[in-house]
Nanobody, 120 residues
Framework: QVQLVETGGGLVQAGGSLRLSCTAS????????MGWLRQAPGKEREFVAT????????YYADFAEGRFTISRDNAKNTMYLQMNSLKPEDTAIYYC?????????????WGQGTQVTVSS
């Protein structure tokens, strides 16, 4: 059974930082490329970043490049998203998911999401 659990969301002021975590069951985590996606109020889900199983390759959406860092600790079955210089437009529910690609349609198993709210 695929299990993904996101934590670390919250309320932060613009310019602040948050680190999201995604913990997965061992069977879910091992060998899979994973990603972070988000959905803002009234908008469609969008891709944020992705990382390969080894962590050797990452890819970011343009808005995330330079501000967000995706990483993973395979020994802990956990993926992270470090978000710096947050902006109000980063307010969204952030999801971790299994898949390969840079569109939401490329991801097939999702966590329940964690809310990130950035105040101005």
């Amino acid at each position: 059974q695929v299990q993904l659990v996101e934590t670390g969301g919250g309320l932060v002021q613009a310019g602040g930082s948050l680190r999201l975590s995604c913990t997965a069951s061992v069977r879910t985590f091992r060998g899979y490329t994973m990603g972070w996606l988000r959905q803002a109020p009234g908008k469609e889900r969008e891709f944020v970043a992705t990382i390969t199983w080894t962590g050797g390759s990452t890819y970011y959406a343009d808005f995330a490049e330079g501000r967000f860092t995706i990483s993973r600790d395979n020994a802990k079955n956990t993926m992270y998203l470090q978000m710096n210089s947050l902006k109000p437009e980063d307010t969204a529910i952030y999801y971790c998911a299994l898949g390969i690609g840079n569109t939401p349609q490329d991801y097939h198993y999702w966590g329940q999401g964690t809310q990130v709210t950035v105040s101005s």
